[in-house]
């Protein structure tokens, strides 16, 4: 994990640094506001902490400029307690707030519960997230996109898809197909699977008639080759 610690206050920021260090992360500094934005924008942190008093440019306007480009966890530290300052502070983006003088152990805390949290985030996000090739699913927007461009789909053509590229390789009958996307109590007829695929073979393959994703297994049913 990767640290970037922003304070004027060179013997604090020495002192976080070996404590974190000792932790097993890696700790870049720098001790005023500027610097600590162009750091963010190449250094690719998993965390943040930005000092609120700071020359150049102070921690609000460094955690406003830095949420113009990342979602990265931010803790703010500051000499002041007052309510109103916390509020401030979440309000230009910082998920926590750590008042001076601190114990080194709180902030070990809370850092460690946020890159907790951040990684829970991330792991919700990809699993929404599929990509095969050139394809992507979002499940919770229900949207598609191929080779950059979104691809229109229908409830139940992208139900379809969703099902077929979750489960790469595994051949479903037509049978089960109707099955798992129209209810066992559908009463239409079975080829509605077969227009369904011709359909999203249509919208999602470069070749409609020689498919690279939406597979055949003659006899059987329908596979998505991964």
């Known amino acids: 994990m990767k640290i970037l610690v922003v304070d004027d206050e060179k013997l604090l920021v020495k002192g976080i640094k070996f404590n974190l260090e000792n932790e097993g992360y890696k700790v870049e500094t720098a001790f005023n506001g500027e610097d600590g ?35 990265v966890p931010i803790i703010m530290l500051t000499a002041k307690s007052e309510d109103m300052d916390k509020i401030i502070g979440f309000e230009y983006g910082a998920d926590d707030y750590v008042t001076k003088p601190f114990n080194i152990l709180e902030l070990k805390a809370r850092i460690k519960a946020l890159l907790r949290r951040s990684a829970s985030n991330t792991a919700q996000t990809q699993q ?70 011709h359909k999203l073979r249509d919208k999602i393959e470069l070749n409609p008639a020689d498919p690279a994703y939406i597979m055949t297994k003659w006899g059987v049913g329908y596979y998505f080759k991964g």
């Open 37 to 71: 934005v162009e750091l963010a924008k190449t250094g690719q942190f998993d965390l943040i902490i930005l000092d609120l008093m700071m020359p150049k440019l102070d921690g609000l306007g460094a955690c406003m400029q830095i949420r113009e480009f990342s979602s």
């Open 128 to 197: 929404t997230q599929i990509t095969v090739g050139g394809i992507t699913l979002d499940s919770e927007k229900r949207t598609a996109v191929r080779d950059g461009h979104a691809v229109e789909l229908t409830g139940k053509e992208f139900d379809l898809m969703e099902l077929l590229i979750k489960n790469p390789g595994k051949v479903f009958s037509r049978e089960k197909l109707l099955d798992l996307i129209w209810g066992y109590d559908y009463q239409g007829d079975i080829r509605t699977v077969d227009v369904h695929v």
